[in-house]
């Protein structure tokens, strides 16, 4: 009995560490991970679930994986999974315009063309929103680091 225990002990404890570490890096705090979102984005998203306004979120993919459900909203991208066809074309557009490599020409028809209401911008924002969406923003709401924008 106490042969069968240790041989027991001898093949779980190493896997069940190795289990271990695996789960610590995946569920550690790191940037563009939906789960450990700052407080400033959070409140960007608890405004966009109490506003009356129908409409759609432009966010990069990581903040758009919470939007659906915090706040009831579609969103331009998420979560791979579901964000198809093209999810990783739909993600460099959103990092395109968020990290500022777009002309605002550019920036305003594309999130025009998206049919999106607002455009969420995260903490990791680069781009200055107001500059780039200058004449198609109707409001302006911040959060700190974060901000929602209705557009046209």
Known sequence: MLAGAVLVALFTIPTTY????????LAAPTTDNANFIKS??????????HLKEPGSVMTRSYLGAAVPG???????IGDCLWS??????????????????ATPAAAQSFVLSSGARFVLADCQTTADMRKLLGPIIRSAHGF???AVYEVE
Not at 40 to 49: G, I, K, Q
Not at 70 to 76: A, E, F, I, M
Not at 84 to 101: D, I, M, S
């Open 84 to 101: 198809e066809p093209n999810c990783l074309g739909l993600t460099y557009n959103a990092q395109w315009l968020f990290q500022g490599q």
């Open 40 to 49: 400033d984005e959070r409140d960007a998203l608890d405004y966009l679930a």
């Open 18 to 25: 190795e289990e271990l570490k695996i789960a610590q890096g």
């Open 144 to 146: 700190g680091c974060a």
């Open 70 to 76: 915090k706040t009831g909203r579609r969103t331009y």
